[in-house]
Every structure is written in structure tokens, then in C-alpha cells.
């Protein structure tokens, strides 16, 4: 059964600076990996999505990139802003489009 | 407006009663999935379904169930033999095909006292 782990659970960090979010999953035999963002009491709001065939994607200040064989993925948030503070949550999809789920991890941008 | 609509925000029933929780897609979406999430967990998928009138049991899918009549609607029953059925639930839509982008709504509360 796919795991999916992500390190740190939470981080505080001080605007400006730049953030590492790390995702690691057991089983490398996935179509592609997302990564969401989840406000207190919110839905999902997809943010990148990886290709199993792709290395990296990009959007804006956000940057994500996949080792499918060593399972794992990084997303950078390049000079963080107070807007930025949520939980990220990695996800991996299966060949039924069936997501498996980190834990997330709890961002707090400090002005 | 294209979204995933879920219906209502907060829902609140007394033990022993079965409660719907409805979810909508105007994305002209084949699949849709109904997700769980509590305090500190991963989401766990319920149930999801690829196409009309077919559907399937997820990882935690003991004390619920779900009908597929229509593309756009997928709604989920939360029924008594749930032993814990307080939670965040989550309903996500995507095309059908090869592993894609899952949309997700805004979720409903459930409470059960």
C-alpha cells in the first residue's frame, strides 16, 4: 500500500524567506504526484501537478520537483508572504487516478 | 462559473440517523470521488466512480454509501453503521482516462452527537 510522508509537519518561517516543503511515498509506480494547498475549513486547491515522465514544474513563485525513483518530491515557495501560510499537502495518483494522501504541512509566514 | 458545488457547509444529526451529503459538478466531468479528512490525517478516499452508474468502495468505505444516476451528481450517504462519522468530507471530480488533475469543492462538516 502506497505511503505518503511529508517532513516537516509545520514550520514557521519569516517573510521573505524561502520555503521547502518535502514529500517522500513508498511506491514508485505513480502516474504523477500533486501538490494542494488547504486553508482552515476549505477544500483543495490544486497547485502543481507532476507528470510520472516530468522532472519539475513551475508557476509563479512555485516550484516543484519529482524523483520518481528515490520517491520523492520538494516544492519551493520562493520569498514567502504572510498570504502563503496554509497547509500543503502532497498527493500521488495510481493508474485509477486514486490519490494517496500525505499528512500535509502547516505553514506560518511571520511578518 | 465551472466548479464543484457541495451542499451544505455544516451539517449537524443525532446519532443513529443517516444524513446525504450532496455534491455537484458542472465540469462536465466522467469521474468523481468522495474523501474523508480528520484532524492530523492524510484525506482517505470513501468511494469514486468513473462513470455513470458504476462506482467503487475506496480504502475506508464500511458505513457509507453512494448512487451515480447523473455525470454531474455523486452524492454520499453517511449511514448509522459509520462508528465515527465526524469529519471534513471532501468531494473531488476529474476527467476519465489516464491518471489527470483532481478538482476539489469547498467540503461539508459533518458533527454527529
Known amino acids: 500500500k502506497q505511503e505518503v510522508t511529508q517532513i516537516p509537519a509545520a514550520l514557521s518561517v519569516p517573510e521573505g524567506e524561502n520555503l521547502v516543503l518535502n514529500c517522500s511515498f513508498t511506491?514508485?509506480?505513480?502516474?504523477?504526484l500533486q501538490w494542494f494547498r488547504q486553508d482552515p475549513g476549505k477544500g483543495l486547491t490544486s497547485l502543481l501537478l507532476?507528470?510520472?515522465?516530468?522532472r519539475e514544474q513551475t508557476s509563479g513563485r512555485l516550484n516543484a520537483s519529482l524523483d520518481k525513483s528515490s520517491g520523492r518530491s520538494t516544492l519551493y515557495i520562493a520569498a514567502s508572504q504572510p498570504g502563503d501560510s496554509a497547509t500543503y499537502l502532497c498527493?500521488?495518483?495510481?493508474?485509477?487516478?486514486?490519490?494517496?494522501f500525505g499528512k500535509g504541512n502547516q505553514v506560518v509566514v511571520i511578518p | 462559473d465551472g466548479g464543484i458545488t457541495q451542499s451544505p457547509k455544516y451539517l449537524f444529526r443525532k446519532e443513529g440517523q443517516n444524513v446525504t451529503l450532496s455534491c455537484e459538478q458542472n465540469?462536465?466531468?466522467?469521474?468523481m470521488y468522495w474523501y474523508r479528512q480528520d484532524p492530523g490525517q492524510g484525506l482517505r478516499l470513501i468511494y469514486y466512480?468513473?462513470?455513470?452508474?458504476?462506482?467503487q468502495k475506496g480504502d475506508i468505505a464500511e458505513g457509507y454509501s453512494v448512487s451515480r444516476e447523473k455525470k454531474e451528481s455523486f452524492p454520499l450517504t453517511v449511514t448509522s453503521a459509520q462508528k465515527n462519522p465526524t469529519a471534513f468530507y471532501l468531494c473531488?471530480?476529474?476527467?476519465?482516462?489516464?491518471?489527470?488533475?483532481?478538482?476539489f469543492g469547498p467540503g461539508t462538516r459533518l458533527t454527529v452527537t
Open positions: 473531488a471530480s476529474s476527467i476519465a482516462g489516464p491518471p489527470s488533475e483532481q478538482y
Open positions: 466512480s468513473q462513470i455513470v452508474n458504476d462506482f
Open positions: 511506491d514508485s509506480a505513480i502516474y504523477n
Open positions: 507532476i507528470q510520472s515522465s516530468q
Open positions: 465540469l462536465n466531468h466522467d469521474a
Open positions: 498527493a500521488v495518483t495510481d493508474g485509477n487516478n486514486r490519490l494517496a
